[in-house]
């Protein structure tokens, strides 16, 4: 019987140091510009004004008066004032007519729609 071997064996592999890489990436500075749309589906507004006799009168006079005041200033817009409108005005078709006195006003893109009735709802 022989002698056992015994053999030692070695695997080494001597890289320097480690190797480090620094990345640098740059880009020109450039503000984003978005665009942002909204939109709505319009839907005009219905005011109704009421006009009624003083106490004691039954019926209403050319002679009796109103004002109107717009406000859109919230808006961007201003605060308008229709003028004096008479109180039996026709609703549209003159000069002196609800619809064009109101259409007239820097605030107001268009003359509105008016519809006019002899009887309040209160019957007044």
Do not use: W
Request: glycine fraction near 8%.
């Amino acid at each position: 019987m022989g002698v056992s071997e015994v053999q030692r064996i070695a695997n080494s592999l001597y890289l320097d140091s480690n190797e480090v890489q620094k990345i640098n990436t740059t880009v020109e500075d450039i503000n984003e510009i978005q665009i942002v749309t909204t939109s709505a589906t319009p839907h005009g507004e219905v005011q109704t004004i009421t006009v009624s006799p003083p106490p004691g009168e039954s019926s209403l006079k050319s002679l009796y008066i109103f004002s109107l005041k717009l406000d859109t200033i919230s808006t961007g817009g201003s605060l308008q004032c229709s003028g004096e409108i008479s109180a039996t005005a026709d609703g549209s078709g003159s000069n002196s007519s609800m619809s064009e006195i109101l259409g007239a006003m820097p605030n107001i893109h268009f003359p509105p729609l008016i519809s006019k009735s002899d009887v309040n709802p209160d019957s007044g």
